[in-house]
């Protein structure tokens, strides 16, 4: 019943910008370290940014700068502000729930089904 569910891919032009939103389900969003990956065609899918319970933030030093990783626990989401888009940041993008152990449970990663960003002229 645990459902990630990404929008807000598009085509875009280069410099331009795109706001990708993570809508969660079936859980109790806030316990949990979010993060968004990407894998472009015939690349391995790589950590973009991750954003921790406590609101934490780190990114890959390819979009350090350019993008932003935040969330609104009260709206069960988290969001990827991509500024100064450049061709290379062209991929399907995904959102990742990490696995954590809350009141002695475990719980399972969960990856959303990805949203394409197409940067190009």
């Known amino acids: 019943q645990v459902q990630l569910v990404e929008s807000g891919g598009g085509l875009v032009q280069p410099g331009g910008s795109l706001r990708l939103s993570c809508a969660a389900s079936?859980?109790?969003?806030?316990?949990?370290?979010m993060d968004w990956y990407r894998q472009a065609p015939g690349k391995q899918r790589e950590l973009v940014a991750t954003?921790?319970?406590?609101?934490?933030?780190s990114y890959a030093d390819s979009v350090k700068g350019r993008f932003t990783i935040s969330r609104d626990n009260a709206k069960n989401t988290v969001t990827l502000q991509m500024n100064s888009l450049k061709p290379e940041d062209t991929a399907v993008y995904y959102c990742?729930?990490?696995?954590?152990?809350?009141?002695?449970?475990?719980?399972?990663?969960?990856w959303g089904q990805g949203t394409l960003v197409t940067v190009s002229s």
């Open positions: 079936g859980s109790i969003f806030s316990m949990y370290a």
């Open positions: 954003i921790t319970s406590s609101g934490s933030t």
């Open positions: 990742h729930r990490q696995k954590a152990v809350i009141q002695l449970r475990r719980y399972l990663e969960i």
